[in-house]
């Protein structure tokens, strides 16, 4: 046996020694100092996907293999030689594991339970070089080549399958889709399940659990998301939302020594992670897209024990005592001694009669690789006059015949970076309509047509066009949180110096010291990024307000 054996997962992989590395009698000398050694027959299985998370392995003797099971036969991933190791992104999450593994013959290996491993992830960096990366290659490759056990059968022309598409993409979670228009065997498939057209989509969870039309807090509880995260305990800091702002909290919160939990409503990376490609983020020349910067903010806090609560939702603070009490929306409370308000902010919804009807079915709040292959070689258009109107209609206009980019004031100076305003001016692919709105969109299931007011002139124009992209105005998910904190006149939360005396002593301000810089009215409470009164719209900013606030969190523990 060699690496030749090794199939499916390293066919495309770059490089196998990367993938699947071998670690030096060193290197296991000092994984075995976490584990324990431990003999497996031939054809032992050491596990089986839905049995909660795998337990890590280094191969010293014999050979493990990796097979994903299906019906009617299984499929070989890769077999392990002795210094090789299993595991990939999932060991970091606690989420379940996709494959199973079992000895190849008679075998030794090193047996490891997460919490170790995660031990020392954080605390020898070589090793931590060495299995970080062979984790996140094997998850892109288990992505790019569609493993796992989750079949997503729905249609393009659906609103709720984009919307399942989106929420297991952007939470990285690999997935089978199987179209009803296009797909051969879909029909067997339905027959199978007992199917009708009106169950459409259907997410087939491990093989077995079959969810009609489900919701992402359903789709999340099917996959075993949130099953290792403790709810019970008081935690030091939790932190609402995982946007660019709430992963760097995480990460500088759980790497300095606070036991934190980050709580999310629907995918890491808010508002950013649905940007086609950011440029002017320090450190990224050539530029990254806002979901491959949002995956990689999310596997670092995994990395340093930071558990990320998905598709839950905070709809209440408990504010009256310490420590703080988040309610969330399926009832359950998690106690805090401080906490971190990280919940972004939402484009402004188009002022359109029948917008519902269009939402996803022609109306997007996010440019990313799916929207766009919805279409290509057609007009689109764009609403926003801000840098994630500006990415998009240079993201989309590779594959679209025309962008129309419409924004209500007479210009971009004002509100874009230049090097995005030079993009297109330079791009005849793109057509800037200032002095633009949508007055009313039409169609028949799906949008066909949009109707554009110049408010100058008053002048009502139609343009076929089936794909709008709104990415205009910010509005806050802070209602909530009135009867708590102070918001300003649009619903953004009020922090640090922005806060007068009269607000402090109606809130019955209880420190002698003035709030730090980005606390709230209520100590220990803090709002960071975009839903913060006077945050500056950038990415750069939030992840500074994220790293910051978590200094005085200390502050305030110490207290």
Not at 203 to 211: A, N, T
Not at 266 to 285: D, V
Not at 353 to 359: A, C, G, H, I, V
Not at 453 to 474: E, K, P
Request: hydrophobic fraction near 40%; include cysteine; charge should be negative.
């Amino acid at each position: 046996m060699g690496a030749d054996i090794i199939e499916a997962l390293s066919a495309q992989a770059p490089g196998v020694e990367r993938v699947f590395p071998r670690l030096t009698p060193t290197q296991i000398a000092r994984v075995e100092a976490r584990g324990s050694k431990r003999s497996v027959a031939s054809g032992e299985v050491l596990f089986d996907p839905g049995q909660g998370v795998s337990r890590f392995y280094v191969v010293t003797s014999g050979a493990i293999e990796i097979v994903m099971p299906s019906a009617p036969t299984e499929q070989l991933l890769a077999v392990l030689e002795p210094g090789m190791f299993t595991g990939e992104v999932n060991m970091l999450s606690g989420r379940p594991g996709f494959a199973r593994i079992r000895a190849r013959e008679a075998s030794e290996v090193i047996d490891v339970d997460r919490e170790d491993l995660l031990g020392f992830i954080q605390a020898d960096s070589e090793l931590s070089e060495i299995l970080m990366r062979a984790f996140l290659l094997r998850r892109a490759e288990i992505v790019a080549n569609g493993y796992g056990a989750v079949v997503l059968v729905g249609s393009a022309y659906c609103t709720e399958t984009l919307r399942i598409k989106e929420f297991l993409t952007r939470n990285g979670f690999p997935y089978s889709y199987l179209d009803i228009e296009h797909d051969d065997g879909v029909r067997a498939l339905i027959d199978r399940f007992h199917l009708s057209p009106s169950d459409i989509p259907v997410l087939i969870c491990h093989g077995e659990v079959l969810l009609r039309n489900p919701t992402n807090s359903a789709i999340a509880d099917c996959l075993g998301f949130n099953e290792t995260i403790d709810r019970v305990h008081v935690r030091d800091v939790v932190v609402l939302g995982a946007g660019p702002s709430g992963l760097a909290a995480g990460v500088y919160a759980a790497s300095e020594g606070l036991d934190v939990l980050i709580i999310e409503s629907n995918a890491p990376g808010g508002q950013a992670g649905t940007s086609s490609r950011i440029e002017n983020y320090l450190g990224f020349p050539t530029g990254i897209s806002g979901q491959e910067l949002a995956a990689r903010a999310y596997t670092q806090a995994q990395k340093f024990g930071a558990p990320v609560l998905i598709a839950r939702q905070a709809v209440k603070l408990h504010c009256d005592r310490i420590p703080y009490v988040v309610e969330l929306d399926d009832g359950s409370r998690i106690s805090a001694r401080t906490v971190i308000i990280a919940t972004g902010a939402t484009y402004r919804r188009l002022a359109v009669d029948n917008l519902s009807r269009f939402e996803g079915a022609g109306v997007y709040y996010a440019a990313t690789f799916m929207e766009s292959q919805l279409c290509g070689g057609e007009d689109v258009a764009v609403v926003g006059g801000g840098n994630s109107a500006g990415q998009a209609a240079v993201y989309l206009a590779q594959t679209a015949r025309r962008v129309h980019l419409l924004i209500r004031s007479g210009g971009l100076a004002e509100s874009m970076s230049r090097y995005l305003i030079r993009r297109i001016e330079g791009d005849p692919k793109i057509e800037m309509r200032t002095h633009t709105e949508i007055a009313a969109l039409e169609g028949n299931g799906h949008l066909e047509r949009i109707r554009l007011r110049d408010n100058v002139s008053g002048a009502v124009g139609t343009r076929d066009v089936r794909h709008v992209f709104s990415m205009a105005g910010a509005i806050p998910n802070t209602e909530w949180l009135r009867a708590c904190i102070s918001l300003d006149g649009k619903g953004f939360v009020k922090t640090g110096t922005s806060l007068g005396p009269e607000e402090l002593a109606a809130a019955r301000w209880p420190q002698a010291r003035r709030p730090f810089p980005l606390e709230t009215t209520m100590p220990g409470v803090f709002a960071v990024g975009d839903v913060r009164s006077g945050n500056y719209k950038r990415v750069a900013a939030a992840v500074g307000e994220g790293s910051t606030a978590v200094a005085s969190v200390h502050q305030v523990l110490a207290q």
